[in-house]
């Protein structure tokens, strides 16, 4: 399934550029940045537990915000991207 992450995470205590950095990081773990708080994460059942459950467990619900979108196959094919750092199309194979 693909999943649009996305964040707002309070940075104005040191605490908060601290989840900001874990959040982050679990996302890179399970996804791809398209945006500076949004990832792309093409993720099956026991993933999607692991990160959702990661995710819950980092944020301060007091300050910081978190949406999960489910997106099925015509939201991705109806999805358009304009301007820089055009992010990378999972489906297809990675040539290094």
Not at 68 to 80: C, G, H, I, P, S
């Amino acid at each position: 399934m693909l999943i649009l992450v996305t964040y707002d995470v309070s940075t104005v205590e040191a605490a908060g550029r601290r989840r900001l950095r874990r959040v982050a990081q679990a996302c890179e773990d399970y996804g791809t940045r398209v945006q500076k708080s949004v990832f792309e994460c093409q993720v099956g059942q026991k993933e999607w537990a692991s990160l959702r459950d990661r995710l819950l467990r980092e944020i301060n619900a007091e300050e910081d915000s978190l949406r999960f979108y489910f997106l099925d196959e015509k939201a991705v094919q109806r999805t358009e991207h304009h301007g820089v750092d055009k992010p990378v199309d999972l489906t297809e194979p990675l040539i290094l």
